[in-house]
């Protein structure tokens, strides 16, 4: 099955600092690779996603790149704000297969600094 | 649109006692239906999961177990509580190649 693995555990920046996430994963059939924040206390949210048909997607200050050759994707936050502080999961899936296919990553702390 | 109701926010039992926790899904069917926890705050533990009615899958043996009654109606159960299984547990529901929706969780306290 599927392994996904998301480095670092933990991260913190200065306000205004950019941060970045990074996730390999083992399933070259994984073609789905959403992201997921998560503040204290409350659900995980999707905060963007990416297909394997593109190598980078940007939404405002948060922007994800997939290298499928590599097998692994990074999430970036530019501009830092103390409301980026969170949990954030990566994951990996394919868009047909099993149910169990979506993997998270064990999640990064991230915390900036103000 | 779709949405996703877990009940209750909150739960303190104590220890051997039986727990329920109940997970509903509007606006959408024969959704895949999922049952984690997060022990330490951190790493989502896929527990259950269940592609239709009365199907269900166990990721980790434990004390837990789940069902699915109905189409969009996920339950997580266990007969008597350990102190281990307190943590934060989120029902999620997903159609295979997108993203994945989240309840609102259930922080349970064993004590």
């Known amino acids: 099955g599927e392994n996904v693995e998301q480095h670092p555990s933990t991260l913190s920046v200065q306000e205004g600092d950019s941060a970045v996430i990074k996730c390999t994963y083992s399933d070259s059939a994984s073609n789905y690779f959403p992201w997921y924040k998560q503040e204290l206390g409350k659900r995980p949210q999707l905060i963007i996603d990416?297909?394997?048909?593109?190598g980078e997607k940007k939404d405002q200050r948060i922007a994800v790149t997939l290298n499928k050759t590599a097998k692994h994707f990074s999430l970036h936050i530019t501009e830092t704000q103390p409301e980026d502080s969170a949990v954030y999961f990566c994951?990996?899936?394919?868009?047909?297969?099993?149910?169990?296919?979506?993997?998270f990553g064990s999640g990064t702390q991230l915390t900036v600094l103000p | 649109s779709q949405t996703i109701h877990q009940w209750p926010a909150t739960l303190v039992q104590p220890v051997g006692s039986p727990l329920s926790l109940e997970c509903t899904v509007e606006g959408t069917s024969n959704p895949n239906l999922y049952w984690y926890r997060q022990a330490a705050g951190r790493g989502l533990q896929l527990l259950f999961y269940?592609?239709?009615?009365?199907?269900i899958s166990s990721e980790v043996p434990q004390n837990l177990s789940a069902s699915r009654p109905q189409d969009r109606q996920f339950i997580l159960s266990s007969k008597k509580l350990l102190l281990s299984d307190s943590g934060f547990y989120l029902c999620?529901?997903?159609?295979?190649?997108?993203?994945?929706?989240f309840g609102q969780g259930t922080r349970l306290t064993v004590v």
């Open positions: 994951a990996a899936s394919r868009s047909s297969g099993s149910a169990r296919q979506l993997t």
């Open positions: 999620a529901w997903r159609r295979t190649g997108i993203e994945a929706f």
């Open positions: 269940s592609v239709g009615i009365g199907q």
């Open positions: 990416i297909r394997s048909n593109v």
